[in-house]
């Protein structure tokens, strides 16, 4: 395995096959032999996402009722590898390294060192990480945050802790004085947690895995599906098989929305008939969604107007419209009115595709809409997602079989952690619960989200640091401007499994809590414990480990954060922490008892077949929103990036996720259906774009973002290649082009930084 990311000897290819087939299951053997862990990998891959086994750490895709013998694809089981690996960082390893020589390693070699196996502090004389006891690293900490502001001290929470952790987390945070909870959300789907509770009234997607059985249509926006939620496509394939029509809006031509061979279908592989998912495929501009939406609103609803004056069959539905909506007159005059020229130019996509989409989306009974991140990490994001559902409620799909929206969250328990309190925001908690169950009053002041807090690092207003998991520092936007702020801050701590950039360059003082994994047996005194998480279609599922903990030495993340609770709060007879940590059905009880409508009878639920359904009241046409309606919105512009300069030469560059990554946890530097091979410091291009800069390919270039502030942001070193992309738009890859973002470039009512439209100019490196 290559692990020095030389772009000079890149090799790029184009991938002509489907996506599955025989690479996924090369590729899931290569990265068993990778970790070491060949027998013992393919046992737990025997229970990955079973109902008496583990929810899958990657993905947040729904795990069926009825599962496959394989119910895992191959970006999961590179995630449970790489989670099982039997490397170690051991307190041996940090004795050999300074903290100075482990910041010239890359991301992938930090994470290679393999799994934590004890506590661990700075020690500033030695730069190095020493040994600490669990003890002692509590007591340092607790006694540092008891002095501490709670303004100015962050709980970071990254998607993959459990409900159980997360409420426990969330409580303590509030306990302590503070709503500054920011979380990997914040960069991810807050989009849709703004957006969807003024159209529709919930803050999650309507879609069940048995709609699939019942659609006629899927509407695809901007997600990598072949790469990200690999075990979908066996819901599309299905969906597929039955003659469906699917329609994918996309820069790329991304593979697992093109074909798929089915790698668990022994037929499949032996005649490697492959299943062709999209049968439309727009390739739109980035930033091209809303634009492309309304011209595909236009002619539904001017055929629609001419159907009714010639007294034919309508093509929406005017009874929904008429009985369940708000504000479809002034939407409707908006779509007579918009023009031709500027939806074409907006979304780059002819009036032809969009009026053949419009046609196909016209005659289906019940349309399904999926979309990630090529939708909310937008600076119009909420606009866009507004517009989405503006589609869906002109034909009535919200509500009913085999219809819906789909937001396709990221990390395994993003939805959930929302679910049970991580936010930021107060009027999301339930305060009169919490006070009457732990009699304490919620704290009333609004939080900082993941951009806010980047601020006060800025401004040095933020004492201490804590994050439950991820890899903060490497996801966030402004790399250059936030690493030198986030090495003042007086404290950091970090409960993680493997190294990673955010401990090496760390706080003042600074603490590494290594925790177990979810797919590790967490023994505990009250016997082995269970967790559960939600998935993107709102259900919930218990999992518990199967393999032995990577080390002895190794706490739970709730046994962490019980400890952490018990030195900074003010104890409190209404929680104990310690029965907690000794049986986690007493904290789902709680949890069942702060949230009663989605929890009751939660350690009776959690292990159903297929998980059990938080009631989701658009799904029963109910609309929770203030006019109790759902709500066109009609969007004032159709332009994604209004800040983008005008200026000549100017493209938009998006950053995504490639084939070998989770996030900031880089596998290997092969992004297989993208053809791309031994690099990630590559921008794919238009070949127009490339002969007007007179770049030829292989050639390198600095990629520098062009930005009112006067602060330099730049990424040199980059190879460029020509690629299958719409004109003006360009393609690389998260994390590396983070430093590009400005941190106040994100979506507006969200603040996702907006990481798929950076305005940027090449400048290309003298030979
Ligand atoms: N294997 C693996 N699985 C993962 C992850 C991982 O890193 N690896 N990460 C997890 C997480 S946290 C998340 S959030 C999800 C992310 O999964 P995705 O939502 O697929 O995120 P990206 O990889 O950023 O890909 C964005 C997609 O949007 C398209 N796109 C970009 N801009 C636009 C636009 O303006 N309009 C349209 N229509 N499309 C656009 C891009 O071409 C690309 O296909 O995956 C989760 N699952
Ligand atoms: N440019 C650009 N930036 C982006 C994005 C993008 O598309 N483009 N995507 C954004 C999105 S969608 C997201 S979600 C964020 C991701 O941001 P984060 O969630 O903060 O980052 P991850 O890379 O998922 O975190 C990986 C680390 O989590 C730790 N870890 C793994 N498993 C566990 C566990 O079980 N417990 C604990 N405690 N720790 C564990 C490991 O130490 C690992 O190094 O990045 C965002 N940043
Ligand atoms: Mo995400």
């Given at each position: 395995m290559k692990t020095r990311d030389i772009p000079e000897q890149a090799t790029f290819t184009a991938y002509t096959n489907a996506a599955g087939g025989w690479g996924s299951v090369r590729a899931l053997g290569s990265i068993l032999m990778q970790e070491h862990v060949v027998a013992s990998g393919t046992r737990a891959l025997m229970k990955q996402n079973k109902p008496e086994g583990f929810a899958c750490v990657s993905c947040s895709w729904a795990k069926p009722a009825d599962p496959h013998a394989f119910e895992f694809c191959e970006n999961g089981a590179k995630a449970t590898a790489w989670e099982i690996t039997d490397k170690r960082a051991t307190p041996e390893f940090f004795a050999q390294h300074t903290v100075t020589e482990l910041e010239s390693w890359s991301d992938f070699e930090l994470e290679s060192a393999g799994r934590l196996t004890a506590p661990m502090r700075y020690d500033d004389e030695s730069d190095k990480y020493l040994p600490v006891s669990w003890e002692q690293a509590f007591n340092d900490i607790g006694s540092e945050l008891r002095a501490a502001d709670p303004d100015k001290v962050v709980f970071y929470t990254s998607g993959r802790a459990s409900l159980e952790t997360s409420y426990m987390y969330g409580l303590m945070a509030r306990m302590y004085g503070t709503n500054n909870l920011p979380d990997s959300s914040n960069m991810c789907h807050e989009s849709t947690s703004v957006a969807l509770p003024k159209t529709i009234g919930v803050a999650v997607g309507t879609v069940g895995l048995d709609d699939f059985a019942a659609t006629d249509c899927l509407l695809f926006f901007g997600h990598n599906t072949g790469t990200n939620a690999p075990r979908m496509l066996h819901s599309l394939e299905e969906v597929r098989k039955r003659g469906v029509p699917v329609i994918t809006f996309n820069p790329l031509r991304e593979r697992g929305l093109v074909s798929f061979v089915n790698p668990q279908s022994p037929l499949e592989m032996l005649t490697p008939a492959r299943t062709a998912i999209s049968t439309q495929y727009v390739q739109i501009k980035i930033g091209g969604d809303t634009a492309a939406v309304m011209g595909m609103a236009k002619w539904l609803i001017e055929n629609d107007d001419a159907a009714l004056a010639a007294r034919q069959p309508r093509l929406l539905d005017a009874g929904f419209i008429a009985d369940h909506t708000a504000g479809f007159e002034e939407f409707a005059d908006a779509a007579r009115q918009a023009d031709w020229d500027e939806i074409e130019r907006q979304s780059g996509v002819s009036r032809a595709q969009l009026e053949q989409a419009a046609q196909t989306y016209a005659n289906a009974r019940a349309c399904m809409l999926m979309y990630g991140m090529g939708v909310t990490q937008h600076r119009e994001a909420v606009r866009t997602i507004h517009m989405l559902t503006n589609l869906l409620l002109l034909r009535g799909n919200i509500g009913k079989p085999g219809a819906g929206i789909c937001p396709i969250r990221g990390h395994s328990n993003v939805q959930g952690q929302r679910t049970v309190g991580i936010t930021e925001k107060p009027e999301l908690v339930p305060k009169g619960k919490l006070q009457q169950q732990y009699g304490f009053t919620v704290p009333e002041k609004k939080g900082l989200n993941t951009v806010e807090a980047c601020e006060e690092i800025i401004n040095k207003n933020i004492s201490a640091f804590f994050m439950l998991g991820g890899n903060f520092v490497r996801a966030i936007p402004d790399h250059d401007r936030m690493e030198p702020a986030w090495r003042k801050i007086p404290l950091t701590v970090q409960v993680m499994t493997r190294l990673n950039r955010s401990s090496v360059i760390h706080g003042k003082r600074s603490y590494l809590l290594p925790c177990l994994g979810r797919i590790e047996i967490d023994q505990q005194s009250g016997g082995t414990q269970a967790v559960s998480v939600e998935d993107s279609t709102g259900r919930m599922h218990g999992s518990h480990g199967v393999v032995k903990p990577a080390s002895a030495q190794l706490l739970s993340e709730v046994a962490i954060v019980a400890e952490v609770a018990k030195r900074i709060l003010i104890p409190n007879p209404k929680v104990n922490w310690n029965a907690w940590t000794a049986d986690y059905a007493r904290v789902r009880n709680a949890i069942a008892e702060t949230y009663p409508d989605i929890f009751h009878d939660f350690n009776e639920r959690m292990w159903t077949p297929g998980g059990f359904a938080r009631p989701l009241a658009a799904r029963e046409r109910k609309w929770n929103t203030p006019n109790g309606k759902a709500n066109f919105i009609t969007p004032d512009s159709f332009d994604e990036d209004p800040d983008m300069p005008d200026e000549p030469g100017t493209l938009r560059l998006m950053t995504t996720r490639g084939d070998s990554q989770f996030n900031t946890t880089v596998y290997g530097l092969d992004d297989r259906f993208r053809g791309?091979?031994?690099?990630?410091?590559v921008l794919l291009m238009n070949a127009a774009d490339m002969e007007r800069l007179a770049l030829q390919d292989g050639a390198f270039v600095t990629a520098q973002t062009v930005c009112h502030d006067d602060i330099a942001r730049r990424v040199a070193n980059l190879r460029v290649q020509t690629y299958d992309i719409p004109a003006g738009c360009i393609m690389g890859y998260f994390p590396e082009l983070?430093?590009?973002?400005?941190?106040?470039?994100h979506a507006k009512g969200s603040k996702v930084p907006a990481a798929k439209s950076i305005p940027v100019r090449l400048i290309p490196h003298r030979l």
């Open positions: 791309v091979h031994g690099t990630r410091r983070n430093p590009l973002i400005p941190l106040s470039h």
